[in-house]
T-cell receptor, first 113, second 114 residues
Framework: AQSVTQLDSHVSVSEGTPVLLRCNYS??????LFWYVQHPNKGLQLLLK??????LVKGINGFEAEFKKSETSFHLTKPSAHMSDAAEYFC???????????FGSGTRLQVQP | DTEVTQTPKHLVMGMTNKKSLKCEQH?????MYWYKQKAKKPPELMFV???????INESVPSRFSPECPNSSLLNLHLHALQPEDSALYLC?????????????FGPGTRLTVL
């Protein structure tokens, strides 16, 4: 069975400072891992995706994530937060052969001016 | 173009009404999905269509009835809903429905059941 744990329900940073959103996963097989962002009252937008190629994955808007198999982690980072980054972020895992995604509970990122 | 469109954006309906939500994609994707998202929660999968056939039904009540008329369109027919069904309904599509596929989401329909 697969599962995802987002370690922080809420993260607050100042504009211009680094962002770290933490995600741990559990998977029986080689997983595909995703980060999606959801702005208020909007759909989900893909930030980045890992599928067993490079362990450091670069996404849109300056975000990146590193797959660490030994730690079963897939943390999302950004060097410098922007006000427009304020949103809900979901870490998502998908096991080989299963069509359904498993979502983490989400992390709300707040960016202070 | 990675756009999934959904109509209507907002829908208010009574418990005795019948209404439908519509989703459309023109990316040539062969898998389409319905999710339900309650406030401050992650999306929950409802249905998956793969090559126009229903492949996953996550034990959704029969008052929700999906339909996939063709590979570009996905409908969700609603009848005799309850107030607790009020939520954001998200549609998504992906290339083939396999695990490594990226799912592309629409903006959602905000449903309120009175």
């Amino acid at each position: 069975a697969q599962s995802v744990t987002q370690l922080d329900s809420h993260v607050s940073v100042s504009e211009g400072t680094p962002v770290l959103l933490r995600c741990n996963y559990s998977s029986s097989y080689s997983p595909s891992l995703f980060w999606y962002v959801q702005h208020p009252n909007k759909g989900l937008q893909l930030l980045l995706k890992y599928t067993s190629a490079a362990t450091l994955v670069k996404g849109i808007n300056g975000f990146e994530a590193e797959f660490k198999k030994s730690e079963t982690s897939f943390h999302l980072t950004k060097p410098s937060a922007h006000m427009s980054d304020a949103a809900e972020y979901f870490c998502v895992v998908s096991d080989t052969g299963r069509r359904a995604l498993t979502f983490g509970s989400g992390t709300r990122l707040q960016v202070q001016p | 173009d990675t756009e999934v469109t959904q109509t209507p954006k907002h829908l208010v309906m009574g418990m005795t009404n019948k209404k439908s939500l519509k989703c459309e994609q023109h990316m040539g994707h062969r898998a389409m999905y319905w999710y339900k998202q309650k406030a401050k929660k992650p999306p929950e999968l409802m249905f998956v269509y793969s090559y126009e056939k229903l492949s996953i039904n996550e034990s959704v009540p029969s008052r929700f009835s999906p339909e996939c008329p063709n590979s570009s369109l996905l409908n969700l027919h609603l009848h005799a809903l309850q107030p607790e069904d009020s939520a954001l309904y998200l549609c998504a599509s992906s290339q083939d429905g396999i695990s490594t596929d990226t799912q592309y989401f629409g903006p959602g329909t905000r449903l309120t059941v009175l």
